[in-house]
């Protein structure tokens, strides 16, 4: 089997999409699938793999992604691989996995992080706007409306729904393989030594509740809920609450929130780092009310380590929480009370610990292994329906 991956980014640095998507490749290697993936990364090649930088030059990013897409397909095209598979919208593509979600529910749900009516309305002329966005919608759009356009890939029944609802796709033409990442398969000495590192490292007792989020836009995924329901949980409920937000967003202004709500004692902001594992096994839960989250990496990964999850409906990962079991989710990602609530809920340790066994026992079944597997799957299907 012989497949052409489009990807235009391969930089693990840049996001959980990217990370993730390196890792498919690998387990699609493992499986016997020989690769030639289109890229404007500057990735190594390897064996049964062949990278082909495309380089893009134009006078804005949007001319660019655009160009890289048309140029991309062109040259997939003439790979004479089985199968296209395309995580950016490719009219002949046979496969479109849409890893960051549809760029409909994308624009959608970056305008219902404005909480009020006016700022909601200036987002949406904004995003009516802004060239990049637009131009990619309607790149979807052409791809996913053509009758004899890709099977779409959805990571989590979310984006099932999205695709239903924004283009009308029929089941034919969508296929459900969950989103999936690596086990963490970290031994108990060295959790151990996570645990005691990271609390020393900020300050944080062994016996305070550690409440972690990680995110690369905090606006998206709820940052602002959080720093009220961590306001209830300290000066209402007097929960003696530590936490972090690790993440690369630059966190000034939202320091300046910390202070006028009076919990500067009780969060930190570590900044980007490459050992997130770590931050899991020095927390006690992790919160995402997010806004919008196709299949939250960040999520799955804290799950498979053991960490109760408190998300909300608009994370396709919330399937894999089990409401009161694995963790938690809120109808809202403006519910701040519902977060603070589900907090309090988590802060006795046995709960804690009953909980974070069930979601590391059910990691199997959003395995990134299984994910390849499943695709592969589909390849076949298509290589034989030809």
Do not use: M, W
């Given at each position: 089997m012989k497949v052409a991956f489009i990807v235009e980014w391969l930089d693990a640095w840049r996001g959980g999409a990217e990370t993730s998507t390196g890792q498919l490749i690998d387990h699609l290697l493992e499986l016997g699938v020989e690769l030639e993936v289109f890229t404007r990364s500057h990735a190594p090649s390897r064996p049964r793999m062949n990278v082909t930088t495309i380089t893009c030059g134009g006078p804005s990013r949007t001319i660019k992604t655009l160009a890289f897409c048309r140029r991309a397909e062109e040259a997939a095209k003439e790979s004479s691989c089985d199968v296209i598979h395309s995580m950016v919208p490719c009219l002949d593509a046979d496969v479109y996995e849409p890893r960051g979600g549809t760029y409909a529910e994308t624009i959608e749900r970056n305008i219902a992080t404005r909480r009020r009516r006016a700022t909601r309305a200036i987002k949406h002329l904004t995003q009516r706007l802004n060239v990049r966005q637009r131009m990619l919608l309607n790149c979807e759009r052409r791809a996913l409306q053509r009758p004899d356009g890709p099977i779409v890939v959805a990571l989590s029944d979310y984006v099932v729904r999205?695709?239903?609802?924004?283009?009308?796709?029929?089941?034919?033409?969508?296929?459900?393989?969950?989103?999936?990442?690596?086990?963490?398969?970290?031994?108990?000495?060295?959790?151990?030594?996570?645990?005691?590192?990271?609390?020393?490292?900020?300050?944080?007792?062994?016996?305070?509740?550690l409440v972690l989020m990680v995110a690369h836009n905090f606006r998206l995924k709820g940052l602002g809920t959080w720093l009220e329901a961590l306001r209830l949980l300290t000066n209402q409920h007097h929960l003696p609450v530590r936490s972090l937000a690790v993440g690369k967003e630059l966190a000034v202004r939202w320091q300046r929130k910390v202070v006028r709500k009076g919990i500067a004692d009780y969060l930190q902001f570590p900044g980007p780092t490459q050992r997130v594992r770590a931050f899991f096994h020095a927390a006690d839960v992790l919160v995402h009310p997010t806004y919008y989250d196709p299949c939250s990496r960040v999520v799955l990964e804290a799950l498979a380590s053991g960490l109760p999850c408190v998300t909300t409906r608009f994370d396709g990962a919330s399937e894999m929480v089990e409401d009161g079991v694995t963790g938690f989710v809120v109808n809202s990602p403006e519910d701040a009370e519902g977060v603070a609530d589900r907090v309090l809920q988590l802060r006795d340790r046995d709960v804690r610990e009953r909980m974070g066994a069930q979601a590391a026992a059910r990691a199997d079944r959003f395995s990134m292994r299984r994910h390849?597997?499943?695709?592969l799957g589909l390849y076949e299907k298509i290589r034989g329906g030809r």
């Open positions: 999205q695709v239903e609802r924004h283009y009308g796709l029929s089941n034919s033409r969508v296929r459900k393989i969950f989103n999936g990442v690596d086990p963490d398969t970290t031994g108990a000495e060295a959790r151990a030594n996570d645990r005691t590192t990271v609390r020393e490292l900020y300050d944080i007792g062994e016996d305070d509740l390849a597997e499943s695709l």
